[in-house]
C-alpha cells in the first residue's frame, strides 16, 4: 500500500471513530445534562463540528465530502443504536424519523465536505461561514417556534451565541467587511430554510 493510500485508509477510519464518538456522546448526553444542555448535545449544528473537521483533512474535493457524510451516517446509526441499548428496545434499520436523519446526513456531509475543502482557501467566504451560520440558523428557528421550544431557550440562545462566537473568531479583523457579512447572512438564511424544512417534517405538521 502506497503512502497515499495509507492515508486515506486512515482517514476513513478515523471518521468512522468520530462518527461513532459523537453518536455514543450525544445519547449520554441527553440522558444526563441537566436542563436545556441536553438538547445542546443532540444538536445537529453539533454534530456537523466533527464532520466537517474531519473532512477538511481530504486532500481532494470528493475525498473531503466522503469523510463527511461517513461521519455523519455513522453519527446517525450510533445513536439509535446506543440510545436503543440505554433505553433497553430492540434496534433496526428503519422508522421515519432514522431515514430523515439519514437524509440530512447525506445532504449535509456533500455541502459541508466541500465547504471544508473550499475553506483550505481563505477566498472562500462563503465556505467559511457555513459552521457559524448554522448554528445561528438554529438558534433563530427554535426562537420562530418557540411554543414548541419553550423548554430549551437557554439552548436556542446559546445556538446564537456559539454562531456568532465563531462568525468572529473565523473572520477576526474581516468580520465586518462586506464579502463576510454577505456571506453570512445567506447562509444563515438557507440555513434557517433548511431548519423549517426539517422542522415541518419532523413535527408532523403539513401544508
Same mark, same amino acid.
Given at each position: 500500500?502506497d503512502s497515499?493510500k495509507k %492515508?486515506i485508509t486512515?482517514q476513513? %477510519? #478515523?471518521a468512522l471513530f468520530? *462518527?461513532?464518538l459523537?453518536?455514543i456522546l450525544?445519547?449520554?448526553?441527553?440522558?444526563?445534562?441537566p *436542563? @436545556?444542555?441536553n &438538547?445542546?448535545a443532540? &444538536?445537529g449544528a453539533?454534530?456537523?463540528?466533527?464532520?466537517f473537521?474531519?473532512? @477538511?483533512a481530504?486532500?481532494g474535493?470528493?475525498?473531503?465530502i466522503?469523510? #463527511?457524510?461517513e461521519?455523519? %451516517?455513522?453519527c446517525?446509526i450510533?445513536y439509535?443504536w446506543?440510545?436503543?441499548?440505554?433505553? @433497553?428496545h430492540?434496534?433496526?434499520?428503519?422508522?421515519?424519523y432514522?431515514?430523515i436523519?439519514?437524509?440530512c446526513? %447525506?445532504?449535509a456531509?456533500?455541502?459541508?465536505?466541500a465547504?471544508?475543502f473550499?475553506?483550505?482557501?481563505?477566498?472562500?467566504?462563503?465556505?467559511a461561514?457555513?459552521l457559524p451560520?448554522v448554528?445561528?440558523?438554529?438558534? +433563530?428557528?427554535?426562537?420562530?417556534? +418557540?411554543?414548541d421550544y419553550?423548554?430549551m431557550?437557554p439552548?436556542?440562545i446559546g445556538r446564537i451565541?456559539?454562531g456568532?462566537s465563531l462568525?468572529?473568531?473565523i473572520?477576526k *479583523?474581516?468580520c465586518f467587511?462586506?464579502k463576510? +457579512?454577505i456571506?453570512?447572512c445567506?447562509l444563515?438564511?438557507?440555513?434557517?430554510?433548511?431548519y423549517?424544512?426539517l422542522?415541518?417534517?419532523t413535527?408532523g405538521?403539513?401544508?
Open positions: 500500500m497515499n %492515508v486512515i476513513i %477510519v #478515523c468520530v *462518527g461513532l459523537t453518536g450525544t445519547v449520554f448526553g441527553q440522558k444526563y445534562l *436542563g @436545556s444542555l &438538547s445542546l443532540n &444538536s453539533v454534530w456537523l463540528i466533527p464532520a473537521f474531519i473532512a @477538511s481530504g486532500k474535493k470528493y475525498l473531503s466522503l469523510l #463527511c457524510i461521519t455523519l %451516517v455513522v446517525v450510533s439509535y446506543v440510545e436503543s441499548v440505554v433505553n @433497553s430492540s434496534f433496526s434499520f428503519g422508522g421515519y432514522f431515514y436523519w439519514l437524509a446526513a %447525506v445532504v456531509g456533500i455541502i459541508f465536505g465547504s471544508a473550499l475553506q483550505k482557501n481563505s477566498k472562500y467566504y462563503w465556505a461561514s457555513l451560520s448554528f445561528f440558523a438554529e438558534g +433563530l428557528n427554535e426562537l420562530l417556534h +418557540l411554543p419553550m423548554h431557550i439552548a436556542a451565541i456559539i456568532l462568525y468572529f473568531f473572520y *479583523g474581516d467587511r462586506r463576510t +457579512l456571506s453570512f445567506a444563515s438564511a438557507l440555513g434557517l430554510a433548511g423549517e424544512i422542522f415541518l417534517l413535527s405538521t403539513t401544508y
